[in-house]
T-cell receptor
Framework: AQKVTQAQTEISVVEKEDVTLDCVYE???????LFWYKQPPSGELVFLIRRNSFDEQNEISGRYSWNFQKSTSSFNFTITASQVVDSAVYFCALSEAEAAGNKLTFGGGTRVLVKP | DADVTQTPRNRITKTGKRIMLECSQTKGHDRMYWYRQDPGLGLRLIYY???????NKGEISDGYSVSRQAQAKFSLSLESAIPNQTALYFCATSADTGVPYNEQFFGPGTRLTVL
């Protein structure tokens, strides 16, 4: 069975600090997909990134960057120079291959609080 | 207009009442999902449907039932609500195109409180 662990339940930083959110996953599949979602205080889920298991390149999008390491089954997310608008709950999620129906397994989420 | 809508957005009900949460989508997707979100547990899958005639239990289906009335509509029912079903409920859809992965699109959520 697949599992996603986000060990940090809450992180508090001061604006402009960097913050890294950890995500560790378990799966027996060789083909899988990893995701990060943001849930702002308004409650909706905002898709941030998808990575497939064959693409270990790190990715940067503005102040966001992701580090995928298959060797440690981790897919960590860093926010550089955090801003108050980054305050949200962030979820890491895993989906096994198409044959499994693309069902998502979510981690418990990490609440990020950015103080001015 | 939003592609995936959920009604109601907020609901307070009493223990033992029957309640239905509705999800509609205009994306033309075959696959629909219901998740519930609890603090510290993330989102967990309740039921999913690959088409109108194909409905499957997810991780936590006990106490819930679903109905896929049409391709565009997928309803979640709590036959006899209990307080530990208080949660935020999300509906999601995805296409079925045979490619390795089809992204899920989430509705805005329904906040349910059972007193």
């Amino acid at each position: 069975a697949q599992k996603v662990t986000q060990a940090q339940t809450e992180i508090s930083v001061v604006e402009k600090e960097d913050v890294t959110l950890d995500c560790v996953y378990e799966t027996r599949d060789t083909t899988y997909y990893l995701f990060w979602y943001k849930q702002p205080p308004s409650g909706e889920l905002v898709f941030l990134i998808r990575r497939n298991s064959f693409d270990e390149q790190n990715e940067i999008s503005g102040r966001y960057s992701w580090n995928f390491q298959k060797s440690t089954s981790s897919f960590n997310f860093t926010i550089t120079a955090s801003q108050v608008v980054d305050s949200a709950v962030y979820f890491c999620a895993l989906s096994e291959a198409e044959a499994a129906g693309n069902k998502l397994t979510f981690g418990g989420g990490t609440r990020v609080l950015v103080k001015p | 207009d939003a592609d995936v809508t959920q009604t109601p957005r907020n609901r307070i009900t009493k223990t033992g009442k029957r309640i239905m949460l509705e999800c509609s989508q205009t994306k033309g997707h075959d696959r629909m999902y219901w998740y519930r979100q609890d603090p510290g547990l993330g989102l967990r899958l309740i039921y999913y449907s690959f088409d109108v005639k194909d409905i499957n239990k997810g991780e936590i289906s006990d106490g819930y039932s679903v109905s896929r009335q049409a391709q565009a509509k997928f309803s979640l029912s709590l036959e006899s609500a209990i307080p530990n079903q208080t949660a935020l409920y999300f509906c999601a859809t995805s296409a079925d195109t045979g490619v390795p992965y089809n992204e899920q699109f989430f509705g805005p959520g329904t906040r349910l409180t059972v007193l």
